[in-house]
């Protein structure tokens, strides 16, 4: 693979990263300001499992799409993508909500089990990774289509590699949080209520009601 | 010598009332009422505090309530004039002329830092409610009153103010709870800044402001139209009108107010700020009880922080209700700094001058003379202009 093409995924990558920003930073900043556990290791891990996550959905949604016969570069429904922005706040906002009430909730969480099985760190991190995945932003149905212009698949999937590596700088604050939240513990109490009022957001008035009225 | 400083502070005051007053009402029988009327009550603070100190507290209250009801007042005039209605148009969200206020200000900062969007459909400039004269006045306010903002100047505050003081007697008492719902209030700050980043929109004026009932809102001819609606109706009722009813505070300022909870962030950065005499301080908890804020907890006095929570408005009514004078308001940044002795009458009525409590008052005021003059002004010719009109 031409290295052109792969300083063109890395550089773009890093021009929109803030798009990426602004769909992590709700759903990420107050749940690693939450945990129990806070070290800069668990931090990082949980956030390496939230970035993964979210490039897992990126391969399965290619998968769909070239699995259904839609090429990227004539295939963009805006419609779809809203749809599936939907389904994507209501995912995660759940998974937010069972971590507030499964891990967070009184200091210890509750005492059902399967809910504080369910909604541990580490599912959480999985499910609210996989489910930002399914924001379709502008800037990521640019290297879809980008990519395809390598000429062949492992190119196409190592632009698209590139392209999320591009994108990483911008997550780089949040291995400082450990150094907030072991100085100031406050910080923690009043991530878990961001946090709660969060998943309440994304489920209720960004995800039921444009699926049901709009 | 009280008195002449007394007398200093109102002649000055009354200055800055005829410019920002009469001179820009254009001398008219409202701006001369108006005018005259803040003159009266910035003298009457000014006297009543020299006479014992804190009583002064009662004309920021009425100057609040007053300014509250008269903006509305003012503002929905406004809004029937040019829309018709009250309820927002499709062609006032197309061409930006939504009226920018100050409680958007933290959820517009941090999409503008990272996007460079602006997310409220207000004009930058030009506009007598614009993105940029509102900029312009928080950060004005950051470095001087602070978080005094919200007890002395906020037109919605006002309402609570006034509800809080409807009943004589304290039904609910909120304050062994005070830390939790100082948390709440950040949390739901940092909820409100985070949501609108992701969301690309105003999320606290879309869904949870109370203030929209006294505004303005979006049309109730939609499902979602009519559940932000029910919110903004149950959300005035509840944190405007009852809860202070019944707890003598200001409940939505002090829960979920984003534009309160940053400007207790940014007030580190003022001027002035409330400090606790431990010494003076017997720990009655008289002070905890009548802050309107829940800026004082049973731990604030028992650990003798020597200062209110961050959430602090600096209203005075804890210095009102102490009866030891511990509590009074200082300069933030030469508190620990030893006043140096005046050697004569002149100097000794210079200190007395630049105390920082009429510093406070008086800045504080004109803030709110600033703010207040052309609604209040435009009200009060309204409602002559009805009188007149049904008189005849």
Redesign the interface.
Known sequence: MNLKLLLEALALGFSTG?YC???C??VL??FLCGTEKSSYKRNALLTGTFLGSRLIMYFILGAVFSALGLLVTEFFDPVLARRLSVYAYILCGAALLLNSFGAHSAHTGCNCVPLKRIGNDWVTAALAGLAVGLHLCPPLWTALVRSVFGGNGASGFFYFIFFYIGTLPFFLPLFGIPFITKRIA?VK??????QM??GI?FVV??GL?PL??? | MATLVSILLSVLMAAVVFFYVIVMGNFSGAAWVYGLFLIYLFARMTFAEQHNKGSGVKYRRIFQIVFAVFFCISFISRLFAERGSMAITSGAMTNSEIPFCHIAIPQVLL?FT??RDIIFPARVSGHYASIASMLCIWLALTFTIGRGWCSWVCFYGGWEEGFSHIGKKRRLNLLAKNKEIR??Q???F??IV??S????SA?YCE?FCPFKLVTEFSPMN???GL?AGVIFIGLFLSLVVVLPILTKRRTQCSTLCPFGAFASLTDKASLFSVTIDTQKCKGCMKCASACPFGAIDTDTIQLKKGRPELTCAKCGECIHVCSEKAISYSFRFTAHCKKPEAKNNFERTLQLFLEPAQLFRFAAFSFGVIMSDSFVVDSLSIIFSQITHFSK
């Open positions: 803030t920003t602004m769909y930073a709700p900043i107050p406050v109490q009043i991530a878990r209520i961001t009022l969060t957001y008035f960004v009601i049901f009225f709009y | 999409p990272i996007t948390e709440f950040f949390g739901f940092a909820f985070l949501a980043l992701g969301a690309m999320v869904w939609t499902i979602p559940i």
